[in-house]
């Protein structure tokens, strides 16, 4: 399973976008990779330690709407068979 994470703050770094992520997926988390840090379309594609598609709904539900440096996140699980989609873009 695959987790787009996305709405995350500019003034995040890299590091603190993985740290966080790291943290609150635990061992569910088996690589965390960040793109386009420190701009408005910045988000995070994670590899899930999770075969059953379920799994993956139900740990983009608890992330969705947690709070990075005050901001509320936005999350989706996709299937490993699918190619995850990055968010749209903000202008």
């Given at each position: 399973m695959n987790l787009i994470?996305?709405?995350?703050?500019e003034t995040c770094s890299e590091q603190?976008?993985?740290d966080f992520l790291m943290h609150e997926l635990g061992h569910y988390a088996k690589q965390v990779t960040v793109h386009e840090p420190g701009t408005s379309n910045a988000y995070a594609?994670?590899?899930?330690n999770a075969?059953?598609?379920?799994?993956?709904d139900?740990?983009?539900?608890?992330?969705?709407?947690k709070l990075?440096?005050?901001?509320a996140l936005q999350a989706s699980a996709t299937p490993f068979n699918e190619r995850p989609s990055p968010p749209?873009?903000?202008e």
């Open positions: 994470v996305w709405n995350i703050p603190d976008v993985r594609h994670v590899e899930l075969d059953v598609p379920y799994v993956g139900v740990i983009a539900q608890q992330v969705h709407g990075l440096c005050g901001v749209p873009r903000r």
